[in-house]
C-alpha cells in the first residue's frame, strides 16, 4: 500500500496554516504526556481544530465511567480523553463541521480509507471484512478531518492534517492536503525552541507513540537527530530549506 505520503514541498519548520485538523490518535499520543500536549496546543494556537467526528471520538470515550474503565482496557485512553475533552470544553480545541456538499468525496474518501486499511491488514496476514463496522467507524475521525481541509482550501485557505495514520496521510494526499505526523511536530517544536532536547524529544515520542497512534516504519525516527534544530546565529536554513 505504499508509505506515509510525505510532503516534500513542507520544511521542517512549522509553516503557518489556516487550520491544522488533528486526528483522534495523534491527539491521544499528545494528551499521554500532558506537558507536551500543552506544547502543541500553545504553539499550534487558534490555528489547530479538529472534525466534528474526531470530539465525538474523544467525547465517547471521556463518558465512560471510572470504575468501568479498567474492566474495558480503557483506563490510559480514558485518562488521555478527559485531557483532551478538557480542553474541548473550555475552547482551547475548536471544532469544525465538515461541509453538507461534500457527499460524494465522502464517499470516495472512505473507500480510499477502507481499501487502504485492508491492504494494511492483508500485509499483516489478517482476515479483513468489508462490513467490519468498527473499522469503518474508526476511520470517520480521519475521513472528516480531510473533508474540512478539503472545504478550507476550497474557500482559499490553507490546511494540513496532522496524523500518524498511513492510509490517512496518502487519502489526504489523493486530494491535495499535505499529513504531518507526531515526529514532524516534535521536530517543529524543537525548531521553535531550543531549550528542548532532543534526547527527550525522542524520549517524550517513544513513550507518546508506545500505546496511541504508532508511527509507520518508515517515517519512525531512529535517532534523536529527528529532533535536532539545525539552527545557527537565529537563523533555521537546514529546517527553512
Ligand atoms: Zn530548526
Known amino acids: 500500500m505504499g508509505k506515509y505520503a510525505v510532503d516534500p514541498s513542507l520544511p521542517r519548520r512549522r509553516r503557518p496554516v489556516t487550520t491544522a ?3 483522534t490518535g495523534l491527539l491521544y499520543a499528545l494528551a499521554h504526556r500532558p506537558k507536551y500536549l500543552e506544547m ?3 504553539f499550534y494556537g487558534e490555528n489547530l481544530a479538529v472534525a466534528t467526528a474526531v470530539e465525538d471520538e474523544i467525547r465517547k470515550i471521556a463518558r465512560v465511567p471510572q470504575v468501568n474503565r479498567a ?6 485512553m480514558g485518562a488521555c480523553a478527559d485531557r483532551l475533552a478538557a480542553k474541548l470544553d473550555d475552547k482551547t480545541i475548536t471544532v469544525i463541521e465538515p461541509s453538507e456538499d461534500s457527499t460524494d468525496l ?3 474518501l472512505q473507500h480510499q480509507l477502507r481499501e487502504f486499511d485492508r491492504a494494511e491488514a492483508g500485509r499483516h496476514g489478517r482476515v479483513w471484512h468489508p462490513v467490519d463496522v468498527d473499522r469503518t ?4 475521525g480521519e475521513m472528516e478531518s480531510i473533508l474540512v481541509a478539503t472545504d478550507i482550501i476550497k474557500t482559499g485557505g490553507t490546511a494540513i492534517v496532522l496524523t500518524n495514520d498511513r492510509g490517512a496521510s496518502r487519502a489526504a494526499r489523493q ?3 499535505s499529513a504531518r505526523n507526531l515526529r514532524d511536530i516534535l521536530a517543529e517544536l ?4 531550543p531549550d528542548l532536547k532532543e534526547e527527550d524529544l ?3 515520542f517513544n513513550e507518546m507513540t508506545a500505546h496511541f497512534g504508532t508511527l509507520p516504519a518508515e517515517v519512525r525516527p531512529t535517532d534523536s537527530s529527528a529532533f535536532r534544530c539545525r539552527a545557527f546565529g537565529g537563523a533555521c536554513q537546514f529546517c527553512d530549506r
Do not use: P, S
Not at 71 to 76: A, D
Not at 190 to 193: E, K, Q, R, T
Open 137 to 140: 467507524k474508526r476511520h470517520h
Open 175 to 177: 486530494q491535495g492536503v
Open 190 to 193: 524543537a525548531c521553535a525552541n
Open 21 to 23: 485538523l488533528a486526528d
Open 202 to 204: 525522542l524520549a517524550a
Open 40 to 42: 502543541f496546543l500553545e
Open 106 to 108: 465522502e464517499a470516495a
Open 71 to 76: 474492566q474495558r482496557n480503557l483506563v490510559l
